[in-house]
Structures are given as structure tokens and as C-alpha cells.
């Protein structure tokens, strides 16, 4: 029987490596739970970065993958096809108001460029604002947006500012008369899981109504139920020109989104993807969004997270500096750094996730039970009161 070290050992040696790896090969998932190659399991808090909210190996997945893959699993997007136009419904049915139309692609890094992309094409102007802490996509473009990550691949592409987060008065000093876009994520992930202020994001769509700027939002990560509703703009009550949608879509198989509002410019003949909204993803996509709300899974979220932040918030240790939470996206910022305390979660079979130096991320499948999550809280609470860690 092969073991942990002998996979370790075959992906080092051939994998050209871009990931800070843990010392764990996973074969198997169902629901929030995961197994290793030498079935040790775990209580899945990552949920591949956001990916499996439906929980891993969803039943009604399996069978629309089954299905399509017999019938059609590629179609260019230079035809038709009965498959995507029924997801195009689907999602301008279930998106913010006004988002009638989508671009679809295969990741979040994709739909960020696409969007950077429409809005040049739709405004003229080739200048952006972003958020500081902000997180859109490792690609050239996506980076260029992103304030992190950058310094090594530098120059990137020019036209793009970056001023503080929930900051109104900074981000109205930038917003001049070349910027095309705001682009903004509701509830900064990898910045630390920092929700914007109410008022803000208010302002901030205000704002751009007024000088006649496009804001984008990034929903790339909060998308699809993770914040308590099926997207953060509607927590906030906020209709984007543009949304970037991609990690949850499609049940765990890669696909992303630009949602579109009917005033942004065509596209026709100056951007595509070759396997963007191919039968198969958008037969899981729809798979997916009809178990979301089957399940009532926004809600869900909302209510295990409001449990988790009260059980958690009542006992929290002296190290922890403050816990953020949004439905079932939660961070606890603690005063020093996490990584020991998420190697000792893995220990423990909890698989949690950083968010920046010093703060433990949890994206648990928002299928995840009462029970699991009382686990993860009561492992944390003893884990952070360790002092030898």
C-alpha cells in the first residue's frame, strides 16, 4: 500500500512547484469530510479555497457530470448550445439586479481579466482602482489589479491605484476622469477576511454613478452562498456593473464568470476562451445552483456562522486579536503568527487555511454539520490556548 511519503516523494519530483505545500496527500472527500492516501480523515475548513460549498462529490454533481459526459462535453463558443443557454438563465435569474448577461470562462483570475478588459472596451479609459489588501488573480492583468504578489513580476500592466480599504475619502481622491473602473471584493479573503462597511460600499456605488466610473465587484470567493446569501451584493443590497464569479460555481470543477449589466459593450470577436462555458462545467454549474437553493445553503451559512462566531467569541483565548465573520467565511486575526496553530489543526484532523501572517481562515462546505463546526470550534479554542506553541 502506497503511503504519504511515497506520493510526496513522485509529486516533488516531477511538479514544477508554485504552492507552499503541508505534508498531506488527499484522495478522497464526501461532504465536508476528507481522507488521506492512509485513511486518516479530517473536518474539511477549506474547502478548496472556497470551492466546495455544496461539500465534495455532491450526489446531484456526480450525476450531471455522468450525464453530460455522454452527451456532449465540449462545444466552442462560436455555437450554440442548450446546456449553457439554460446556465445564462439561471444565473441572470439568481444575480444582483440588473446583471442580465455573462461572459463565461474557467477560473477567477480569467473573469477578473475579463471584466479589466469590458471595462476598457465599454468606457474608453484604461484606469482602475483597487483595494489595498485586495486579492484578484495571479495572472498579468488580474495582478496588476491585485496589491499583493507583485513585486517580482514587475513591470506590470500601468493604470492601476490601490488605496486603502473602507477609505472613501482616499478612494475619491483617485477617481479621476480616465478611470474606467472600481474594481472591489465585498469581504477581502486572502487580505484577511475584512468585510467592507455598509456605508461604504454604499458610497462607493454612489461614487461611481456620479463620475460615471464602472465598479466590478469580486465575488469571487464569497459567491454562491458563502456569505449567507447566494452573493455578497445582495448582504449588502449593492447592483455592480460587472461581477467576477469563478471557486464555487461548478460544484468543484473549474469554471468563472463575468456577470454583465446590459450597458456594458460588446465583446464580439475581441476576447473568448476555448473551453469557457463548456457543456460539461455549465451541466455542473447548474447542478450546483440548484442544490444551493434546494438546500437553503445561504441560510445555512448565515446561521452556522452567527453559531460559530458566538461559541467561539465567548471563550476566545488572550492570543486571538479579533474574529471576522460573514456568513461561513470567518477570520480569526490573531496577535502572533498562525502558521503553528494550523499545523497543530492538521494534527488534529481540522484543515484550516491562512489569510495573510497572523490570521486563521475558515471556508468550511456550507453542507458542514452543527456538530463538525462545534468540533472545529472547541479544537481552535484549545489549539490557540497552548501557550507553547
Given at each position: 500500500?502506497?503511503?504519504?511519503?511515497d506520493?510526496?516523494?513522485?509529486?516533488?519530483?516531477?511538479?514544477?512547484?508554485?504552492?507552499?505545500?503541508?505534508?498531506?496527500v488527499?484522495?478522497?472527500?464526501?461532504?465536508a469530510?476528507?481522507?488521506?492516501?492512509e485513511?486518516?480523515e479530517y473536518?474539511?475548513?477549506?474547502?478548496?479555497?472556497?470551492?466546495?460549498?455544496?461539500?465534495h462529490c455532491?450526489?446531484a454533481?456526480?450525476?450531471?457530470?455522468?450525464?453530460q459526459?455522454?452527451?456532449?462535453?465540449?462545444?466552442?463558443?462560436?455555437?450554440?448550445?442548450?446546456?449553457?443557454?439554460?446556465?445564462?438563465?439561471?444565473?441572470?435569474?439568481i444575480?444582483?439586479?440588473?446583471?442580465?448577461?455573462?461572459?463565461l470562462?474557467?477560473?477567477?483570475?480569467?473573469?477578473?481579466?475579463a471584466?479589466?478588459?469590458?471595462?476598457?472596451?465599454?468606457?474608453?479609459?484604461?484606469g482602475?482602482?483597487?483595494?489595498?489588501?485586495?486579492?484578484h488573480?495571479?495572472?498579468?492583468?488580474?495582478?496588476?489589479?491585485?496589491?499583493?504578489?507583485?513585486?517580482?513580476f514587475?513591470?506590470?500592466?500601468?493604470?492601476?491605484?490601490?488605496?486603502?480599504?473602507?477609505?472613501?475619502e482616499?478612494?475619491t481622491?483617485?477617481v479621476?476622469?480616465?478611470?474606467a473602473?472600481?474594481?472591489l471584493?465585498?469581504?477581502q479573503?486572502?487580505?484577511g477576511?475584512?468585510?467592507?462597511?455598509?456605508?461604504y460600499?454604499?458610497?462607493?456605488?454612489?461614487?461611481?454613478?456620479?463620475?460615471?466610473?464602472?465598479?466590478?465587484?469580486?465575488?469571487?470567493?464569497?459567491?454562491f452562498?458563502?456569505?449567507?446569501?447566494?452573493?455578497?451584493?445582495?448582504?449588502?443590497d449593492?447592483?455592480?456593473?460587472?461581477?467576477?464569479?469563478?471557486?464555487?460555481?461548478?460544484?468543484?470543477l473549474?469554471?468563472?464568470a463575468?456577470?454583465?449589466?446590459?450597458?456594458?459593450?460588446?465583446?464580439?470577436g475581441?476576447?473568448?476562451?476555448?473551453?469557457?462555458?463548456?457543456?460539461?462545467?455549465?451541466?455542473?454549474?447548474?447542478a450546483?445552483?440548484?442544490?444551493?437553493?434546494?438546500?437553503?445553503?445561504?441560510?445555512?451559512?448565515?446561521?452556522?456562522?452567527?453559531?460559530?462566531?458566538q461559541?467561539?467569541?465567548?471563550?476566545?483565548?488572550?492570543?486571538?486579536?479579533?474574529?471576522?465573520?460573514?456568513?461561513l467565511?470567518?477570520?480569526?486575526?490573531l496577535?502572533?503568527?498562525s502558521?503553528?496553530?494550523?499545523?497543530?489543526?492538521?494534527?488534529?484532523?481540522?484543515?484550516a487555511?491562512?489569510?495573510?501572517?497572523?490570521?486563521?481562515?475558515?471556508?468550511?462546505?456550507?453542507?458542514?454539520?452543527?456538530?463538525d463546526?462545534?468540533?472545529?470550534c472547541?479544537?481552535?479554542?484549545d489549539?490557540?490556548?497552548?501557550?507553547?506553541?
Amino acid at each position: 500500500m502506497s503511503t504519504n511519503a511515497d506520493w510526496i516523494a513522485r509529486e516533488q519530483t516531477h511538479a514544477f512547484e508554485v504552492y507552499p505545500k503541508r505534508d498531506l496527500v488527499i484522495s478522497t472527500g464526501k461532504g465536508a469530510r476528507l481522507w488521506d492516501i492512509e485513511g486518516r480523515e479530517y473536518i474539511d475548513c477549506a474547502a478548496g479555497i472556497g470551492v466546495a460549498n455544496i461539500g465534495h462529490c455532491h450526489p446531484a454533481v456526480i450525476d450531471a457530470i455522468h450525464q453530460q459526459s455522454q452527451e456532449l462535453i465540449t462545444c466552442a463558443g462560436v455555437f450554440y448550445n442548450d446546456v449553457r443557454a439554460n446556465l445564462f438563465s439561471e444565473l441572470a435569474r439568481i444575480a444582483p439586479s440588473g446583471l442580465n448577461r455573462s461572459f463565461l470562462c474557467n477560473s477567477g483570475t480569467e473573469a477578473v481579466e475579463a471584466a479589466l478588459k469590458f471595462a476598457r472596451i465599454t468606457t474608453g479609459k484604461n484606469g482602475f482602482v483597487s483595494a489595498m489588501r485586495g486579492f484578484h488573480g495571479r495572472s498579468m492583468g488580474a495582478l496588476s489589479a491585485t496589491f499583493k504578489y507583485r513585486q517580482e513580476f514587475e513591470p506590470l500592466i500601468p493604470g492601476h491605484d490601490f488605496v486603502p480599504f473602507n477609505n472613501l475619502e482616499k478612494l475619491t481622491e483617485k477617481v479621476d476622469a480616465n478611470t474606467a473602473a472600481v474594481l472591489l471584493e465585498l469581504v477581502q479573503g486572502e487580505g484577511g477576511v475584512r468585510p467592507a462597511d455598509r456605508e461604504y460600499v454604499s458610497a462607493v456605488q454612489d461614487l461611481c454613478r456620479r463620475e460615471k466610473v464602472l465598479l466590478i465587484v469580486d465575488e469571487i470567493q464569497t459567491g454562491f452562498g458563502r456569505t449567507g446569501k447566494m452573493f455578497a451584493c445582495q448582504t449588502y443590497d449593492i447592483q455592480p456593473d460587472l461581477m467576477t464569479v469563478a471557486k464555487a460555481m461548478a460544484g468543484g470543477l473549474p469554471m468563472g464568470a463575468v456577470l454583465c449589466s446590459d450597458d456594458i459593450a460588446s465583446a464580439a470577436g475581441k476576447h473568448g476562451s476555448t473551453f469557457g462555458g463548456n457543456p460539461l462545467v455549465c451541466a455542473a454549474a447548474l447542478a450546483t445552483i440548484r442544490s444551493i437553493e434546494a438546500e437553503n445553503l445561504p441560510q445555512r451559512a448565515q446561521n452556522l456562522g452567527e453559531r460559530f462566531r458566538q461559541r467561539f467569541s465567548s471563550k476566545a483565548p488572550e492570543i486571538v486579536r479579533e474574529i471576522r465573520q460573514l456568513g461561513l467565511m470567518i477570520g480569526i486575526e490573531l496577535k502572533t503568527k498562525s502558521r503553528p496553530y494550523l499545523l497543530k489543526l492538521l494534527e488534529r484532523g481540522v484543515i484550516a487555511l491562512p489569510a495573510g501572517p497572523t490570521v486563521i481562515r475558515l471556508l468550511p462546505p456550507l453542507v458542514i454539520s452543527e456538530d463538525d463546526m462545534d468540533t472545529v470550534c472547541d479544537e481552535l479554542l484549545d489549539v490557540l490556548s497552548r501557550a507553547e506553541l
